[in-house]
């Protein structure tokens, strides 16, 4: 509600935890928060429960940027420069875009809960989907420009 926010900090076990990037609500308001402790983790935190559910992704920690989404029955998938990372039934399954880290890109879902990706390889931009067998197709945009300014 209005003026309702207030700090609650995540102690973290590790000096070297620190957050990267998105944040995801669900539809009851509980936040799944991507972090780097190594591994790439996420912890969450609802209203009534506080901060629960630190969980390990079981991938290395690649870029300081993760896009956070949730599917359609709610569980989060989560893009970083080596691959895409979907919670399914408690376990997280990796999935390679690339054979080699990118940077920049990002992640979005749509309302039947599969995910886009923006990426650039090399110096183009890339749009990529599943296809109805699960497999990614790229479809290339442009070319990136790089413009200076004086």
Known sequence: GVDSWSEEIYSAAYDEDYAVGGIA????????????RSYLSVARWSASSGWYGDESVGTWGSSNYHPIELDTLGEPIMMHSYGLEHRVNSAWIHSDVESF???????????????????RHGSHLEFIEPNAEGYWIYTEIDEMKTYCSR
């Open 101 to 119: 880290s990118v940077d920049p890109y990002d992640l979005a879902v749509t309302s039947s809960g599969d995910p886009r990706l923006g990426l």
């Open 25 to 36: 609500f669900d539809a009851a308001g509980e936040a799944w928060i991507p972090y780097n």
